[in-house]
Each structure stands twice: as structure tokens, then as C-alpha cells.
């Protein structure tokens, strides 16, 4: 099971570690979507490798 | 084969990112489609590339009621959306069973 992280915002201390709780004993990766021009082409290459992708506010 | 991907919009703040995501899914032969609901469905009026987006998905709508509850006419069908397209929560299962990806904005 792989999942992508997307950050909407930087991600706090809950978010971390809710981030922390999911991921544990996974594959884990993530993507910032919170700067100005995000690279929406990597971000659909991660989102077609995870098996599962979380959006965190 | 590209993979398909579900886009579900709940948050009026993100239609860059579902235009920009839509376009580098569609630029990989992705077939794509978009759900808005709740206050994402301000994009729908409030939005200019709303139209676009239309064009550019393979299917786009958004939720009657959703929209209606956001205080527009339920008969003011949005620019580039067909009037079957204002639909149910249903569209948002489709998304989910039908679509190989899927991500919330």
C-alpha cells in the first residue's frame, strides 16, 4: 500500500502526526500543493503510483 | 493506458489546482472527470475557465442541491455544463467505483 500525502497548507502538528498514524508500516510519499505554481504534472505521476492519495488541509 | 482519475470538489478555493491537475491528466490520455458539491460549487458561477473545464474533462457536475443550498437558482444551469449534469451525490459514488484514482480538493 503506497500513499501520497497532498498539503494544502503546511502541515501542523495534528496533521503530522495523523500523517504519521496513517502511513505507519507503509510506503509514503507527498506533495505541496500549498506554493504558487505547483508541478501539476508530478502530481498526477504520484497520484497514478500511490494506491491511495490523502488530501490534508 | 493512462489511468482514470475522479476529482471530488468541496472547497470554492481550489479551482486552479482542478484545472491544473485536470490538464496535466488529460496531457497523459487520462480520462477525468469532476465532481463539485457543497461551496465548490461557486466555481460554477464564479469561476470564468468554468467552461473550459467543461470542454477539457471528459465529464463534469456538479450537485443540485449542494447548489441551490449556496443560494443559486436550481434552473440557472452554469456556462458549459449540460442540465443533466446538475445531479446527485451519486456522481460523487461514480467517481469513486468507476474511476481508477481519486482526490479531494
Not at chain 1, 510506503?27 to 497514478?48: C, G, Q, T, W
Not at chain 2, 437558482?73 to 469513486?96: C, F, W, Y
Request: charged share 30%.
Amino acid at each position: 500500500m503506497k500513499i501520497l500525502n497532498v498539503y494544502r497548507s503546511e502541515p501542523d502538528a495534528t496533521t503530522k502526526k495523523l500523517v504519521e498514524i496513517v502511513t505507519r508500516d507503509r510506503e509514503a510519499d507527498s506533495f505541496k500543493l500549498n506554493v504558487d505554481a505547483p508541478d501539476y504534472d508530478k502530481l498526477v505521476d504520484k497520484i497514478f503510483a500511490a494506491d491511495q492519495t490523502i488530501c490534508w488541509w | 493506458m493512462a489511468k482514470s482519475l475522479g476529482i471530488f470538489v468541496t472547497n470554492p478555493d481550489n479551482f486552479r489546482h482542478v484545472m491544473g491537475i485536470t490538464k496535466a491528466a488529460k496531457a497523459k490520455g487520462s480520462k477525468v472527470k469532476v465532481f463539485f458539491t457543497w461551496t465548490g460549487t461557486h466555481c460554477a458561477k464564479k469561476e470564468a475557465e468554468f467552461p473550459a473545464l467543461c470542454k477539457l474533462a471528459d465529464d463534469v457536475s456538479i450537485c443540485l442541491d449542494s447548489y441551490g443550498k449556496q443560494g443559486y437558482d436550481r434552473n440557472d444551469v452554469p456556462a458549459g455544463l449540460e442540465p443533466s449534469k446538475m445531479a446527485t451525490q451519486a456522481q460523487h459514488g461514480a467517481i469513486i467505483e468507476d474511476y481508477d484514482c481519486y482526490i479531494s480538493l
